[in-house]
């Protein structure tokens, strides 16, 4: 059974959007993740997400990944983006627009 | 329960390991929702998620017992 880092490891490489969330995008379970998953449905793109709550290994082991203390966190391209402050400053500087138009109308594989 | 976190005491954290930065911080929801702001040379040329892992450094062990949220926004100038 791999390990918890290889688990996360394939998804985040696995997917080009990747929300490791608190709760689902239709029900988030935290403001930080609330806000995140208003940004990124936005832009109308596929993203998968990953609802840390229900595993706390996956919860803290997200965190031992990115070396980062908080949820949400956001991977593009298998990149670490960032948290929520991040995340809305991307999206206020158009930073984010530019990384998820490879993604706009290209519905998830 | 661990003792609530007062915002002088994360600014104070943060200018221990940062001495040169400006900080303002302030509790903006219960007592464990915070808003700060670091503005350091020191961030100068660091990607944010660089900028922000030295701000989580700083705070250390506080950050996950205390800290529920916090809003972090940094620069170098």
Redesign the interface.
Request: hydrophobic share 35%; proline share 7%; glycine share 22%.
């Given at each position: 059974m791999s390990t918890v880092l290889e688990q996360i490891d394939g998804v985040v490489k696995g997917n080009d959007v990747v929300l490791f969330m608190k709760g689902t995008p239709q029900m988030p379970q935290c403001?930080?993740s609330q806000q995140v998953v208003a940004i990124l449905n936005s832009y109308g793109i596929p993203y998968a997400a990953v609802n840390v709550l229900l595993d706390p290994a996956i919860r803290q082991g997200i965190k031992d990944y990115a070396?980062?203390?908080?949820i949400p966190q956001l991977y593009i391209q298998g990149e670490?983006?960032?948290?929520?402050?991040?995340v809305n400053?991307m999206h206020a500087n158009g930073e984010l627009e530019t990384m998820l138009k490879p993604f706009q109308n290209k519905e998830n594989a | 329960m661990t003792e609530a976190i007062r915002p002088e005491m994360l600014e104070k954290l943060v200018l221990e390991a940062m001495p040169d930065a400006k900080v303002k911080v302030r509790c903006y929801s219960g007592d464990d929702h915070f808003e700060m702001e670091v503005i350091s040379p020191a961030f100068e040329g660091k990607s944010r998620i660089a900028q922000h892992k030295m701000v989580y450094a700083a705070l250390g062990d506080n950050m996950r017992a205390a800290v529920h949220a916090l809003a972090l926004k940094t620069s170098a100038s």
């Open positions: 403001g930080f070396d980062w203390p908080t670490f983006m960032g948290g929520c402050d991040i400053e | -």
